[in-house]
């Protein structure tokens, strides 16, 4: 069912209330959707898991949409790295981008582990206005990165001045930050398809970055700051 931005919960069964509890609650906390049903079920509401799904479905990619015009900027020390997702039983790679302090910058789920994946990554940090142009941009060995920045510098996209510097242990922090996504995949045992993993991801990427404090005026590790925030962008709150 499509989401229309006046009333994105038009058509739908349950109150929108409930259906940002449960999606919030699924894309916050290291829940399956079969316990995020049953916490429903406390509260005396028979949704079943499949419902919940749909709900995330919709809605991740919606709180994504609706987050970015609050994000606050980062600073100028990029960690850049990827990490596999399973998909089908195939090993697919969500790139994610850190600032020095281990703040969430972006992410972006890919099919490939190639220079073409790495510039799109790239280009879809940069085209961010509160996204700084780096200093630096800390990768690993994979060359794939090297081959990417000199495109992009070719193409007057990225300024020449930015430095490329690979050293693994200089991405420890995005490294370790890594494990909510991996987590989070853990307990969903894979994703049957692409886009169904990239919806799920995209809420998932987009709540860490609320709870890591990335949004303006939501201050890091505040649950009810966060959960007031996405009732206001789904015009639940005053």
Known sequence: MPITPANPFKGRQYPGEVILMAVRWYLRYPLAYEHVAELLAERGLAVDASCVWRWVQAYAPELNKRCRPYLK????SYRVDETYIK?????????RAVDSTGQSIDFLLTA?????????FFRQVFRCPVNPIPRVINVDKNPAYPAAIRELKRAGKLPQRVRLRQCKFLNNVIEQDHRVSKKRTWLAKGYKTFPSARRTLEGIETMHMIRKGRVRRVAKNDV???ATFVAKLFGLAA
């Open 112 to 120: 490939k582990r190639d220079k073409a994946a790495a510039q799109r």
């Open 87 to 95: 998909v089908k039983g195939q090993e697919r790679y969500l790139y």
């Open 73 to 76: 900027s980062v600073n100028k």
């Open 224 to 226: 009810v700051a966060e």
